[in-house]
C-alpha cells in the first residue's frame, strides 16, 4: 500500500516525445558506422522514460547497411541522462542477419537537443559511440 502511494506521488502525466538521432560509431576491428534513427520516448514517472528507436546504419566497409531497433529505457536528472538500450541490429548483404545490440549511454539534454556517448557490445563487437538527438 505504501508502495503504490508513493509510486502516485511520482507519476506524471503521460508525456510523448519524438527525436532525430544521428550517431557516429567505432566498432571493435576498426569498422565505423554511422547511423541515422528517428525515436519516441513516453514519461512513466517524473525522471524515468521508456521508448524506443529505429533507422538505418551505414558501415564504412560499403557492404553492408543495417536496420538498429533497440528499446531504450532513460533516467533523467536534471540536465543529465543515463540509459539502456537492447535490441537485434539486423545487417543486410552479411553471413548473419541479426546481432544483438546492448548498450549504456549517458549524456546531457538542453532544450530540443540531447548529446551523449554509447558504450555496448554489438555481436561480439565491441561498440563506442556518439550521439546528437533532436526532439521534433
Same mark, same amino acid.
Do not use: K
Given at each position: 500500500m505504501v508502495a503504490a502511494v508513493v509510486l502516485c506521488g511520482f507519476a506524471r502525466p503521460a508525456n510523448a516525445s519524438v527525436n532525430l538521432g544521428?550517431?557516429?560509431d567505432w566498432i571493435e576491428g576498426g569498422v565505423g558506422e554511422l547511423n541515422l534513427t528517428l525515436g519516441a520516448d513516453a514519461y512513466l514517472a517524473r525522471s524515468f522514460s521508456i521508448?524506443? @528507436?529505429g533507422g538505418v546504419a551505414f558501415f564504412d566497409d560499403?557492404?553492408?547497411?543495417g536496420i538498429p531497433i533497440d528499446f531504450r529505457f532513460r533516467l533523467h536528472?536534471? @540536465?543529465i541522462y543515463f540509459e539502456g538500450?537492447?535490441?537485434p541490429w539486423m545487417l543486410i548483404d552479411s553471413g548473419d542477419l541479426f546481432r544483438f545490440h546492448g548498450a549504456f549511454g549517458f549524456g546531457i539534454e538542453?532544450? @530540443?537537443v540531447a548529446f551523449g556517448l554509447e558504450v555496448g557490445r554489438l555481436g561480439r563487437a565491441t561498440l563506442l559511440g556518439? @550521439?546528437?538527438a533532436f526532439r521534433l
Amino acid at each position: 500500500m505504501v508502495a503504490a502511494v508513493v509510486l502516485c506521488g511520482f507519476a506524471r502525466p503521460a508525456n510523448a516525445s519524438v527525436n532525430l538521432g544521428l550517431g557516429a560509431d567505432w566498432i571493435e576491428g576498426g569498422v565505423g558506422e554511422l547511423n541515422l534513427t528517428l525515436g519516441a520516448d513516453a514519461y512513466l514517472a517524473r525522471s524515468f522514460s521508456i521508448g524506443g @528507436r529505429g533507422g538505418v546504419a551505414f558501415f564504412d566497409d560499403s557492404h553492408h547497411l543495417g536496420i538498429p531497433i533497440d528499446f531504450r529505457f532513460r533516467l533523467h536528472v536534471q @540536465r543529465i541522462y543515463f540509459e539502456g538500450l537492447v535490441g537485434p541490429w539486423m545487417l543486410i548483404d552479411s553471413g548473419d542477419l541479426f546481432r544483438f545490440h546492448g548498450a549504456f549511454g549517458f549524456g546531457i539534454e538542453s532544450g @530540443r537537443v540531447a548529446f551523449g556517448l554509447e558504450v555496448g557490445r554489438l555481436g561480439r563487437a565491441t561498440l563506442l559511440g556518439l @550521439r546528437l538527438a533532436f526532439r521534433l
